[in-house]
């Protein structure tokens, strides 16, 4: 049984920091590409930030420069560190792997940036 586990979210002032964690389970994690995804209230799941299996990375235009995206192949985890925090970036983040032709996701981490 394949699980990803969110965990990190929380409440953050705007220009703060957060890292977000997803442990995997269930796949060859080393194998797997990994990405962040997170959906804002009122509005659709929209792509953040993805990790290949050799390690390349890509980004959204809007979190380029802030966010970093990185993997442990050895904890089976993913992280997304993000600094620099703005209003906009509240949403509840997904994390997700591909593996084998199938798709996985998370339940999701609350994310709130808020004075």
């Known amino acids: 049984q394949v699980q990803l586990v969110e965990s990190g979210g929380g409440l953050v002032q705007p220009g703060g920091s957060l890292r977000l964690s997803c442990a995997a389970s269930g796949i060859s994690f080393s194998t797997a590409a990994m990405s962040w995804h997170r959906q804002a209230p009122g509005k659709q799941r929209e792509y953040v930030a993805a990790?290949?299996?050799?390690?390349?990375?890509a980004y959204q235009d809007s979190v380029k420069g802030r966010f970093t995206i990185s993997r442990d192949n050895a904890k089976n985890t993913v992280y997304l560190q993000m600094a620099s925090l703005k209003a906009e970036d509240t949403a509840v983040y997904y994390c997700k792997a591909g593996w084998r032709g199938s798709t996985y996701w998370g339940q999701g981490t609350q994310v709130t940036v808020s004075s």
């Open positions: 990790i290949g299996s050799g390690g390349t990375t």
